[in-house]
């Protein structure tokens, strides 16, 4: 792929209209420098520099659709907490809007702290349930993603497994993607994870395909046979199935199958890359892309965060600095 034709690609993103379902998020980061143990315990004593909160989940999907300047339409449940108010004041300064976020009092706004020192989580504690919403906020939901996707170009399902993505909740935003006949793209976790029969593309990653499947793949051969059942039995479009410094793959429905290598330079922090290749993808696909060509672009968008510690949003920029780097 050549810069300009990046470029171009880029241009075509301007003003799309996409609809985010999923579970937000907060990722909390306290930073600090380690030089003593706890006489408490053997545990090392951080002295915090610096706090930080960021988008994260399907917040961060956002955050990267507004980055790249298109409008996402965020569609969550969150709690009626602090941590609520700082979602609502980091969604607000991104020009993100808040409208589609309903508060629930009985959830905690869910909260991922992090401790870092000398650039090496030392440990992360969350604050969280996972029960499914109630029944009365799930109607208000359904009423609300129903309305929305008469005017989207395209859904994101990005699924933590939090609570908020039931089954009858998955099943009619593929009515909607296909009703509307716009693409829906998925990011699964475990609960669920057959649920997505009829989707646009499903984009588990590797850990995920073998839980799911019950089978430990050590074979290239099992891993090619695994992928193409799964495209079998979801119905999708596209299966793409990412592997850490193995890149990911493409699998069609015309049973191409397409390995691209990793384009990370140096990787300092996993967390989040999920969420940029999704949106990059997604934003690409509507742009006329076809899939190896998007995938290849939300290749290089990994990447360029891999090289980021903590959750980050890519730039087009960054995304033609990969792509000139590994031509």
Not at 19 to 28: A, E, N, S, T
Request: aromatic content about 8%.
């Amino acid at each position: 792929m050549k810069s300009m034709e990046a470029v171009k690609i880029f241009s075509n993103f301007r003003n799309k209209r996409i609809l985010i379902i999923g579970d937000v998020m907060l990722d909390h980061y306290l930073w600090g420098k380690v030089d003593r143990i706890s006489p408490e315990a053997p545990v090392p004593v951080v002295q915090v520099t610096k706090e930080e909160y960021r988008l994260g989940g399907a917040a961060n999907v956002a955050n990267n659709i507004s980055a790249l300047g298109a409008i996402p339409l965020l569609c969550s449940v969150c709690g009626k907490d602090i941590f609520a108010d700082k979602l609502y004041g980091l969604l607000k300064d991104k020009k993100i809007s808040t409208d589609y976020l309903i508060a629930d009092p009985d959830r905690p706004t869910i909260v991922k702290s992090r401790i870092i020192s000398h650039q090496q989580q030392i440990v992360r504690v969350d604050y969280e349930i996972d029960s499914y919403i109630q029944k009365q906020i799930e109607d208000s939901f359904v009423e609300q993603i129903t309305n929305l996707a008469d005017t989207a170009d395209a859904i994101i399902i990005e699924d933590y497994n939090k609570g908020l993505l039931s089954e009858e909740i998955i099943r009619k935003a593929i009515q909607l993607s296909q009703k509307n006949g716009i693409p829906i793209t998925v990011d699964p976790k475990f609960k669920n994870f057959f649920a997505y029969e009829g989707c646009t593309v499903f984009k588990p990653n590797f850990i995920e395909l073998q839980k799911n499947l019950g089978i430990v793949i050590e074979k290239e051969e099992d891993f090619i046979t695994a992928g193409k059942n799964l495209r079998k039995r979801l119905s999708a479009d596209f299966i793409i199935i990412t592997r850490g410094e193995q890149g990911l793959t493409i699998f069609s429905e015309n049973e191409e199958i397409v390995n691209l290598p990793t384009f990370a330079r140096e990787v300092f922090d996993v967390s989040g890359a999920g969420d940029t290749v999704i949106s990059v993808l997604t934003l690409s696909l509507i742009a006329g892309c076809e899939i190896v060509t998007a995938a290849t672009l939300a290749n290089h968008a990994a990447g360029v965060v891999c090289g980021k510690m903590g959750i980050n949003t890519v730039t087009e920029n960054e995304i033609i600095e990969s792509i000139k780097f590994h031509k």
